[in-house]
């Protein structure tokens, strides 16, 4: 089975990011989290009035993005969202594909929408990629 890897991001309104930490811990079962950017806490990219912690991760697995789409959907009822409600308790995206090294071979700009979540994913691409030489 091939191993492929994608960035995804985490996202949750509630007033404590302990439900990422949950989301990861999920995650953990099914694959390898092989990156962890940090926790950013900030107001919705969206412009509601809703506060936001907000992370990416790289997840190792050997899913197709079409069947992981549908495991992270699942992940998310589990851990308590529900479609349409005010309160966003969790949102898992899945914003590109890279290799081993960090290199992204697709991305999904819908996702990346915003500058925050483009910082976040390079966070963790960066660490595939290790440290530059000056």
């Not at 991001?9 to 990011?17: A, I, N, V």
């Not at 092989?34 to 190792?60: K, L, M, W, Y």
Request: with cysteine.
């Amino acid at each position: 089975m091939k191993t492929r890897r994608y960035v995804l991001l985490l996202g949750s309104s509630l007033d404590s990011p302990q439900v990422l930490r949950l989301a990861i811990e999920t995650l953990s079962a099914q694959g390898l989290v092989e990156a962890t950017s940090r926790c950013v806490e900030g107001p919705s990219v969206s412009g509601d009035a809703r506060r936001f912690h907000n992370q990416a991760i790289v997840f190792a697995s050997g899913l197709a993005n079409d069947a992981l789409v549908v495991s992270l959907k699942k992940i998310e009822t589990e851990l308590g969202r529900v479609p349409g409600d005010a309160q966003c308790v969790i949102d898992i995206d899945l914003a590109c594909e890279c290799d081993a090294h960090g290199i992204v071979l697709w991305r999904d700009d819908t996702k990346l929408g915003h500058p925050l979540f483009v910082g976040l994913m390079q966070d963790v691409l960066n660490q595939l990629r290790g440290p530059t030489l000056a």
